[in-house]
């Protein structure tokens, strides 16, 4: 099921004497965080002034947050965006929309559903929990198909998928 409002990052610290924030950003880049104009915190929307990238995270100045103290008090929340706002390339997803899909192999046997997705250097690795688990690269290889709509995921396993790991 989608959510409207995805969490994209969350505030790690203060930056400067103007009350900017400091965010860790959730996405495959901090550059995708500056193409908002808005961000929704505990359910309230705060206008973006200004963003900028500083080396992973993005440092914002946030309407209704002029000071340090003030700034200090966002520490750790999480921000979200409108998923009404963001165009995704074409074969693209929200890492959010995959989790909790059932995941089936291309004869149609259903092995689980997707509990995690770690960000690898190489690649996204699907988590899998079923009777057994499964750690399945994302990449063409092994995700044949991808239907967020009807909740499922198609993959093609190959030995060694299959984890001990409780």
Sequence with gaps: MEKNFLEAGEIVSTHGIQGEVKILPWADSP?????F???YIDGKALTV???RVHKTCVLAKLQGIDTPEAATLMRGKRICIDRDKVKLPKGTVFIADLLGCRVITEEGEEIGKIKDVLTMPSSDVYVIHGEKKYMIPAVKEFVKEICVEEGYVRVHLIEGMETDAN
């Design 49 to 51: 002034l200004s963003s």
């Design 37 to 39: 104009k808005e961000f």
């Design 31 to 35: 550059e995708f965080l500056l193409k």
